[in-house]
């Protein structure tokens, strides 16, 4: 089956198309560099052309608000125009556990705004709600800076390994489309400022982490189980201590939420 994943250059984007390509599919990954823009346009009626299943793992380049806001809505309206003319028949989308519950954040309103393009348009969807990944932590305590100090809420989480969520995404984007949203997690709770701390501590970033719960996650203040999938959530099998091993030392940076 020809599967074109969009954001196929990223940290998700790679893994799933190893993943896809494992399996028999002719997974093609489309991002700037291949020459497919979903901002403009360009590229993607060619890059569409006998494809069956889109899946969206991109990512907007700047979190200003304005700028998600228009990453998000314009690229998602350009793949769902390009792929109802070329007949696609499942479009996948990967989001965030909890965006309905984050629109404070100028980012979370813009997943909010891309899944609301999906679900109005004609094409047969699956929406993948992902929780953080294990490979986000240090990008966290980026966008959490005050004053030299990371601040972050002592919330609850349950966050994921990449492969995981590049494992739960194939499955869904090879499967009927369900109309409707998937939530995906990691096996086991943490809280937020503790596994951030003990992030740094791996890389030897020697950053300071605040446990404050008035701190902001991308903008939203958050409750103690606003970051928490559903009971109905499938669960990857990566725990946090084993991916620590593997992954000490090793700085990765997503720029995702
Ligand atoms: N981080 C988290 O904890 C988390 C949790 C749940 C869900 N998510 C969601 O996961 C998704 C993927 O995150 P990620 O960390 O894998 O992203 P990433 O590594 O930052 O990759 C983003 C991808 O989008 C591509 N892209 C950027 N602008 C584009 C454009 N105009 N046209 C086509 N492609 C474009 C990039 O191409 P280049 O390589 O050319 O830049 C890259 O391939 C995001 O939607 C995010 O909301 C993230």
């Known amino acids: 089956m020809k599967i074109v994943v969009i954001g196929g250059s990223g940290l998700i984007g790679s893994k799933l198309v190893a993943k896809l390509r494992e399996h028999g599919h002719e997974a093609i990954a489309a991002s700037p560099d291949t020459g497919v823009n979903t901002l403009t346009g360009q590229g993607l009626a060619e890059v569409l052309n006998g494809a069956l299943v889109v899946v969206d793992v991109s990512n907007s380049p700047s979190w200003e608000d304005a700028a998600v806001l228009n990453f998000f809505e314009t690229s998602t309206r350009n793949q769902l125009n390009y792929e109802a003319a070329a007949g696609v028949r499942h479009h996948v989308a990967l989001s965030v556990v909890g965006t309905d519950r984050l629109s404070e954040s100028g980012y979370f309103r813009a ?40 601040h972050l809420p002592p919330v609850l989480f349950q966050p994921m390994a990449a492969d995981d969520v590049a494992s739960g995404v194939a499955r869904i984007a090879v499967g009927p489309p369900v109309n409707g949203i998937v939530e995906i997690a990691g096996p086991e709770q943490f809280r937020v400022d503790e596994l951030v701390r003990r992030r740094l501590a791996s890389l030897k970033d020697a950053r300071e982490v605040i446990a404050d719960p008035h701190a902001r996650y991308a903008g939203a203040e958050l409750a103690e189980r606003t970051l928490l999938p559903g009971k109905n959530a499938r669960f990857g099998e990566t725990r946090f201590d084993i991916w620590l091993k593997k992954s000490a030392g090793v700085a990765a940076a997503p720029k995702g939420a």
């Open 111 to 150: 997943k909010i705004a891309q899944e609301k393009v999906i679900k109005e348009s004609s094409i047969p969807y699956s929406i993948v709600h992902a929780t953080q990944f294990f490979e986000f932590l240090k990008g966290l305590a980026d966008i959490s800076v005050e004053g030299g100090k990371v």
